[in-house]
């Protein structure tokens, strides 16, 4: 399994700003995720990052409102910009390892915008 | 694509007793992985069990256990001698074998269990 932790752990932002949320891993991996759970809903996934290239997103979700960097194998960022209160949610990144597919996950960010 | 559906939203149970938590699914994948994850208040994804579609053997860990049955695709989690730290809502996920680690989520099942 891998260690995951998230920075900041919760934040309460104003509309109209952007937040630079950080996940670290204790082990080098190629692929990591990043996925937002809004209010009492499952977890959707916003993309895929892979170290050396552009970030995968998935339907629904674009680069210019969640921008993420992968500058090596154990970090990642993932930005939230021009910020709405609709933007308010759990927002987690996760690791695959291993031949099962499954994942490990961050502590989450708790993210309230006013 | 791939869909994984809960259908239920509450449960709740006494200590000690056993529960089951439904889910179905639907991929067009050969190779895929199943997995009920659990998050706790804290919101600290945790991953209780996993079963890989091409084994027939159902998964066991400890109290949890969970019924796959492929052809009806369902994959049920069962829960024995529950215990109070069990609150939490469970998710259902869905990983195809060549979307290597993007997890397709149900809409999880809030479990409480009662002293």
């Known amino acids: 399994s891998a260690v995951i932790s998230q920075k900041p752990s919760r934040d309460i932002c104003q509309r109209g700003t952007s937040l630079t949320i950080q996940c670290q891993v204790d082990?080098?991996?190629?692929?990591m995720f990043w996925y937002r759970q809004q209010p009492g809903q499952s977890l959707t996934l916003i993309a895929t990052a892979n170290q050396g290239s552009e970030a995968t997103y998935e339907s629904g979700f674009v680069i210019d409102k969640f921008p993420i960097s992968r500058p090596n194998l154990t970090f990642s960022t993932l930005t939230v910009s021009n910020m709405s209160p609709e933007d308010s949610s759990i927002y987690l990144c996760s690791v695959a390892s291993g031949s099962y597919n499954e994942q490990f996950f961050g502590p989450g960010t708790r993210l309230t915008v006013l | 694509a791939q869909t994984v559906t809960q259908s239920q939203p509450e449960m709740s149970v006494q200590e000690a007793e056993t529960v089951t938590l439904s889910c179905t699914y639907d991929t067009s994948e050969n190779n895929y992985y199943l997995f009920w994850y659990k998050q706790p208040p804290s919101r600290q994804m945790i991953l209780v069990i996993r079963?890989?579609?091409?084994?027939?053997q159902n998964a066991t860990e400890n109290r949890f256990s969970v019924n796959f049955q492929k052809a009806a695709k369902s994959f049920s989690l069962k829960i024995s001698d529950s215990q109070l730290g069990d609150t939490a809502m469970y998710f259902c996920s869905n990983a195809g074998g060549t979307s290597y680690g993007k997890l397709t989520f149900g809409q999880g099942t809030i479990l409480t269990v009662h002293p």
């Open positions: 079963q890989e579609a091409y084994k027939q």
């Open positions: 082990s080098q991996v190629t692929m």
